[in-house]
């Protein structure tokens, strides 16, 4: 995620630095070269029947175009926002925990395994999602038995939620937890289930990728088509719109891409990193162990 200060001024036009110029410079960088190319044929040998080309068939291609793009883009962006909002809950749920842990649970051990457990689901959560060695991220907070009893299990994450779930039962058994503390502490876990349930179905559900096909086609159209349209009444102005024009609807369209995977590695995906360390904080802050890590910051204007 790309974290700067808002921009002023002329600050707008040359910054590089988490915009989308950098992803479509070389889109941006055809449709110029080619818009000079049909500038300069109109210009000084200008064909047949040019004069009759009119630019309003562009302007109502142009029109449907951008409203396709904009639905598609408050779609992806709702996929953004919908992980974005699971990943807050699972902030909240883990925190939660750990607070009912360290009040109910007397047995200081106990507390300690299930923080590193929900530490660990944290991390398992985000290497799965980002394609990651999941169980390998997940091992430095897990004791020797542990290791072992996640050995061959292909949800990981859900294996540390059962390892939590089994911490819990056997506090219900040996009566340090009343079964209504208990049922209490089952919904937090049932919660981050829930939680990784979500993230799993945007990940694994990607926008029909025929839609994004014919947008991404009808924007090159669009856009390679353009200066043939605005030469004969433009002329050499014909480069300068067309640039324009091909910024924001390919703009548009590599925004769409990037924000309807919202787990990646993008500059615009979620920071997924940070939020994983933030988790790690406040289960080492709630165990009163010293020196906590430090939270991660953006480097480059760019958190991870």
């Not at 175009?65 to 996929?79: P, T």
Request: proline share 8%.
């Amino acid at each position: 995620m790309i974290i700067r200060p808002r921009p002023h001024g002329w600050q707008l036009l040359y910054i590089l630095r988490g915009s989308i110029v950098p992803a479509i410079a070389p889109k941006v960088l055809a449709i110029l070269v080619l818009s000079i190319a049909v500038a300069a044929v109109v210009e000084l040998a200008p064909p047949i029947g040019i004069e009759r080309v009119s630019v309003t068939p562009f302007t109502l291609l142009g029109l449907v175009l951008s409203i396709f793009l904009s639905f598609r883009n408050s779609a992806c962006y709702d996929r953004w926002w919908e992980g974005r909002k699971l990943w807050g809950q699972l902030i909240y749920e883990s925190r939660s925990l750990a607070r009912q842990v360290h009040l109910l649970l007397g047995d200081g051990d106990v507390r300690r395994r299930i923080a590193y457990l929900t530490t660990a689901f944290a991390h398992a959560l985000a290497a799965r999602l980002r394609g990651r060695v999941v169980a390998l991220v997940a091992l430095p907070w897990l004791d020797k038995p542990q290791r072992e009893r996640l050995a061959g299990r292909e949800n990981v994450p859900d294996a540390l939620l059962s390892m939590i779930a089994a911490e819990l039962a056997q506090a219900l058994r040996s009566g340090a937890l009343e079964p209504i503390l208990y049922t209490q502490l089952e919904e937090r876990l049932h919660a981050m289930s829930s939680i990784q349930a979500g993230c799993e179905r945007i990940l694994s559900t990607p926008p029909p990728f025929a839609y994004t096909l014919l947008l991404h086609r009808c924007a090159w159209m669009f856009c390679v088509l353009l200066p043939f349209g605005l030469a004969s009444s433009l002329g050499w102005g014909t480069p300068v719109l067309s640039a324009v024009l091909a910024y924001a609807f390919f703009g548009l369209d590599q925004l769409g891409e990037e924000m309807e995977e919202p787990f990646g590695l993008e500059p615009n995906d979620l920071p997924l990193d940070a939020m994983v360390r933030t988790i790690e904080i406040d289960q080492l802050d709630a165990l009163g162990e010293r020196p906590l890590p430090e939270p991660l910051l953006p480097q480059g204007y760019l958190l991870q």
